[in-house]
Structures are given as C-alpha cells and as structure tokens.
C-alpha cells in the first residue's frame, strides 16, 4: 500500500511538472522504472510513453477548458510524429541495455544543459481568437517532428522538450500557445507510440493504476498552476531531477 501510493504521488508530481511545461514526464519515469524496478529499457520505455499518454491526454482537456492550443499547427505537427513514434518502438528492440542507459544519460544531460542556459521567453497570455499564427518554416517543421516522435518513443518521453523551444525560438510562438499545443501534439503521438510499444509486449499494466492515474492527476494540477506557478522554480526542480538520474544511470554501468 505504501509503495502504491508513493507511486501514485511520483505520478501527480511528474504529471504536474510535464503539463506546466510540456514536455511530458518520460525524463523521471524511465530511470524510476530502470533503477528502481530493474525494467528492461523496452518495457521502461514502453510503459513510460503508457503514461505520457494518459497525462498528455488529461493536459490537454486541461489546455481546451483554457483555450489555448492551436489545433492547426498541432495536427500538422502531430501527424509528422507518428512514422518516427512507430519506427522508434521496433528499433527499441535492437538496442542493449548498456548503450540505451549511457545514451540516454547523455541526452538527460544534454537537454538539461540546454534548457538551462536558454533564454527564457516571457510567458504572455495571448487570447487564440486573436492569435495570428507565424509564418514558420512547414517543411522544417515537419521534419523536426519526425524526429520528435523517432526519439520519444525510442526513449520513452515526451516529445515536448523539442518541440516546445522549437515552436518559440524557431518558429515565433509564443509560449502561451507553444506550451499547450505541445501538449496537444504529445497526446496524439504518445497514444500512438504507447499503442506501438503495447502490440509487442513492452508495456507493464499494472503500473498504470499508481503512475498513470497519478500522472492523469498531476495534469490537471498543472494546467491551474501553470498561471499561478513561476516556471523557473518548475523547471530547476525538473532539471535537478533529469541530472541526478542520468548520473546514477551512467554510473551502474561502471565496471
């Protein structure tokens, strides 16, 4: 009971953290499930992009109720993840658990550095009614988002951690809309993803009723807060997280 609950409690916080910023939870729930529960990096991930879809999908609702999320651009972007989110599942498979725990670390690591030494953009609240949408680069666009679901269904997170600084610093969104129609994005390709990995076997169910429900919890808990909530203090929290996992993940490897 103790341990169902505390996963209940690290799903609302992952799911919490991954709609405020929208990126999903993927960057604590594979090195939980791999440290902490021994999980093949296949079934890690499989189960992880099970549950950054149930809390893509609760964020969502959460950014409709708001109005927020520019659903043209989404379902262009969306629609060019899935090829990558159903190769990703199958390549999976190939890879040993050594190069997935090292590889994986350096991507942690990597965006964390990233994210941290970026330059924040303000968080302006933009009525869409009156939102003109930037005239972005489509052709880049759709293959940046190839390339976000090949990646996040390879490593089991969510696909906002690019397409999130994409939309505002490549493509002029603000992030008022960028950081809910990333979500929306996430709920399509993750669901397609987790449907992928789930036709194989990879994704373990009884984690869904403690983690899941959690993370569907923790995304309606984040579209209140998001408002409410600086994003710096979410985000160092997240990053604090990312790094400590990627170092315990690298150092089980060490002979």
């Known amino acids: 009971m103790t341990e169902s609950l505390l996963l209940l409690l690290t799903g609302t916080l992952v799911g919490c953290f991954g709609t405020i910023i929208g990126v999903g939870g993927g960057f604590v729930i594979v090195p939980l499930l791999t440290i902490l529960y021994q999980f093949s990096p296949q079934h890690a991930v499989g189960t992880s992009m099970a549950i950054v879809a149930l809390n893509a999908l609760s964020g969502t609702v959460a950014y409709i109720r708001q109005q927020r999320i520019d659903y043209r651009t989404g379902l262009f972007f969306a629609a060019a993840t899935l090829p990558g989110s159903f190769f990703g599942a199958y390549l999976l498979q190939q890879v040993s658990r050594m190069y997935f725990d090292i590889g994986f670390s350096i991507f942690m690591i990597a ?10 953009s303000p968080a302006t609240e933009i009525d869409l009614r009156t939102f ?12 940046i988002s190839f390339f976000v679901g090949f990646v996040a269904s390879m490593a089991g997170i969510g696909g906002g951690v690019i397409h999130v600084p994409a939309m505002i610093y490549l493509f002029s969104f603000p992030p008022f809309i960028a950081i809910p129609t990333s979500h929306f994005i996430l709920a399509i390709s993750a669901t397609f993803a987790a449907a992928s990995h789930a036709s194989i ?8 009723p403690t983690l899941g429900v959690g993370a569907v919890i923790g ?15 979410i985000i160092r929290g997240l990053l604090t997280v990312m790094v400590l996992g990627a170092v315990r993940l690298i150092l089980r490897n060490l002979p």
């Open 111 to 120: 965006t964390a550095v990233y994210i941290a030494v970026r330059k924040q």
């Open 132 to 143: 003109q949408r930037p005239d972005y680069n489509r052709p880049l666009g759709l293959l």
């Open 201 to 208: 076997g990879e994704v373990e169910w009884s984690f869904l």
């Open 219 to 233: 995304a309606q808990l984040g579209g209140v807060l998001s408002h409410r909530i600086k994003g710096q203090w």
